[in-house]
């Protein structure tokens, strides 16, 4: 198959579907300019991860408060979603997509429109309190006062995304678990899903019977096992190459581009 037939299989795979759920993450908000934590360049290579080791978060939230702030909300909280964001946003309103399960903390699928979103990860545009759990949009904290305390009872806030040595939300766990034995078709969008729980997701679907349509820019493990249709490509030129077999509109941005 030429690469203008995949997209073509993939569309009508798209369109025949009747539980779509979509897996998405880093390689989709690259575009969008939001970096990646692991790997070459990755922000685990500048930042010592081990300030976002929960144990030390406990005992000194300050410190690490003073990188979240440098890391996330002085630059990375601007970022936007792109066309591959608001084509899958538009794809649910058209119920050509059921459900998006995201392992990045961007909060650019909500951002873009999407209303099914499972976060397995968080939100950094979430805080949390450490004592009470009552939850805040960020652009209520005081940021320049650390570390952000809450208004309830005073505890300590900490984004509302996973640290390390801490537990994934269970509920969003479970049910992204859920979503992947019932799905009849996975779009996976850069990721190679390579940690827990997230390698768990396209093993499920397939074991329950579902096709797996991938989109990244390199092959991967799952390429090699899983994948029924590999779509080569960045997440937002193949999403758009797609919009354009499904649901083009005005809506959508495509003609921009
Ligand atoms: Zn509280
Ligand atoms: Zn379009």
Redesign the pocket.
Known sequence: MNSDEKIARAAQWIREAKHTVVFTGAGISANSGIPTFRGEGGIWKEIDPNYFNIEFFQKKPLITWKIIKKVFYDKMIQAQPNLAHFILAIMEQQHKVQTVITQNIDHLHQDAGSRNVLELHGSYKRLV??????EYDYRFADLNFLPP???????T?KPDFVFFNEKLPSITKQKAIEEAEKTDLLLIIGTRAEVFPANTIPRRAKENGAKILEINLIPTEITHHLTDLFLQGDAEKTMKLLCQQLTCSEQCGCEEI
């Open positions: 309190c450490t004592k009470c759990n009552t305390t809450c208004f309830v009872c005073r505890g806030l």
